[in-house]
């Protein structure tokens, strides 16, 4: 068995998760920057944690033969300070540079507000000029269907092929004015708010399997870093093909991310 | 979407078997739950917007219609189409939609 999860903050993990990862078949992972837990007192908080996603999580990764790629930006919960926001964006591409680098995420919108939408739509200039594909972070519970309409409306008004975009986070009532829309869609398997592995494949089995991933987004909350090989099994108990379920942990992750040159896997064929 | 009437790939006497007591489970907690509020003292005689909002969605799942888990999450949603200036002394997401100030509960 090997998977893809698409979506995971290792940072927060500990290193018997990237092993655990590993003996559940996990080959590769990208890890979009996102809010700590707290907000961060200084752009130069953001110069060293992307320090830390560019070089330090991809040794950590290597030690266990997962591949280890990332997403800069300023998330949406610390971008409400326009001023601010715009110093840490300023730091970004001197980083797009690194080769673990997939391009901008996770952008989008937390609280809904002009600030936010704002710093996500220079983020997706930025995205633009650089030639970046693009992660989306979707507001959770009851701002969702609102903030993902506002998200899809900025990046619609952007040149950018909804085919290199990914909302992430997406649901029963926006999965299919995302897809509608010809963004990629992910879904987010997390135990308390998000979706369950088994909503996942309700997903799949009502939508279809094109354009669309699971993830754990694991991170410093109660989530769980082996979402989707559970996720794996719960396709199968129900009796859907291996070639679906890998279409969906793997093929599919595979086809987004290769639309960018530095994703390239050991195993793949040179 | 999908056909959507048989994309499942199991009959559905293998989905109930498959899910009957998992389901049955969250069930009772919802009705514990339920219980837990009417046991617990008020502090006032507005009903909470989150209670009202479960009770509310629990009407959709027996109402033998197609799409409950989106029409719940559409139930559960912000509906505005205001964009506040910042998110300075703005109250965390609760999963229901607060009622605005002045507004009965």
Request: glycine share 6%.
């Amino acid at each position: 068995m090997r998977y893809i999860d698409p979506h995971v903050h290792m940072v927060s993990r500990t290193t018997d998760d990237y092993q655990r990862m590993a003996m559940a078949g996990c080959i590769a992972i990208t890890e979009p920057a996102f809010w700590a837990g707290f907000d961060r007192s200084s752009a130069q908080g953001f110069y060293d944690y992307y320090r830390q996603l560019t070089e330090f999580e991809p040794r950590r990764a290597a030690l266990f033969g997962i591949k280890h790629f990332t997403w800069l930006c300023i998330n949406p919960k610390e971008a409400d300070d326009p001023a601010f926001a715009r110093d840490v964006i300023a730091l970004i591409p001197d980083f797009l540079k690194c080769e673990n680098v997939m391009g901008i995420g996770e952008i989008g919108l937390n609280k809904n507000t002009k600030n936010e939408k704002i710093i996500l739509e220079e983020q997706i200039a930025l995205a633009e000029t650089y030639n970046q594909l693009v992660l989306v972070h979707t507001p959770h519970l009851e701002d969702k269907r609102k903030g993902t309409r506002l998200i899809m409306d900025a990046l619609s008004a952007s040149h950018i092929d909804p085919g290199r975009i990914l909302i992430d986070h997406v649901e029963e009532h926006t999965v299919a004015e995302v897809l509608d829309r010809g963004f990629w869609a992910g879904m987010t398997l997390y135990p308390d708010t998000k979706m369950t592995p088994q909503r996942a494949t309700d997903v799949i089995e009502m939508y279809g399997s094109e354009r669309i991933w699971m993830n754990s987004a694991g991170d410093w909350g109660c989530s769980d870093p082996l979402a989707v090989p559970k996720a794996r099994i719960e396709m199968a108990r129900r009796g859907h093909q291996m070639t679906l379920i890998d279409k969906v942990t793997l093929e599919n992750p595979k086809a987004f991310l290769s639309q960018s040159a530095k994703f390239v896997l050991e195993s793949d064929p040179k | 979407m999908t056909d959507e009437k048989y994309s499942c790939p199991q009959t559905r006497e293998q989905v109930i078997h498959l899910y009957f007591m998992e389901h049955r489970a969250k069930l009772l907690d919802v009705a514990a739950f339920l219980d837990r509020i009417d046991r617990a003292r008020p502090v006032s005689d507005a009903v909470d917007f989150r209670e009202a909002a479960l009770k509310q969605a629990i009407q959709i799942l027996i109402d033998g219609q197609a799409q409950r888990a989106k029409r719940v999450l559409d139930l559960l949603s912000d509906a505005t189409t205001e964009i506040p200036q910042s998110a300075h002394g703005m109250k965390g997401a609760s999963g229901a939609v607060r009622p605005a100030a002045g507004d009965a509960t």
